[in-house]
């Protein structure tokens, strides 16, 4: 994934609060994906409009840790969920 493209959910795709196993899921038609900690906070900041360098530059403030690790880390979660169409990303 590159700085500059943009990552965003599809239509039908949303992240939801699981209150039976108290988890957080990446939730598609007819498919979910239960997601820990680092998943969650990827993905809560992605909102179709941010790059992903501006998201990992903002994870990077936010817990204090090298971007360009964050970047690594995130690109492979990311471009994983792109492949199973959790994920759309614009160039």
């Not at 965003?8 to 038609?29: M, N, Q, Y």
């Not at 204090?64 to 994983?80: H, T």
């Amino acid at each position: 994934m590159n700085p500059e493209d943009i990552p965003s959910l599809p239509r039908g795709v949303r992240l939801h609060f699981d209150k039976i196993r108290e988890t957080w899921v990446l939730l598609a038609p007819e498919r979910a994906v239960t997601l820990d900690a680092v998943g969650h906070a990827v993905l809560s900041e992605v909102d179709g409009t941010r790059s992903f360098g501006e998201i990992t530059l903002a994870l990077s403030e936010k817990y204090n840790a090298p971007q360009e690790q964050i970047a690594a880390d995130s690109a492979g979660f990311l471009g994983a969920l792109r492949d199973r169409r959790f994920l759309d990303v614009t160039p």
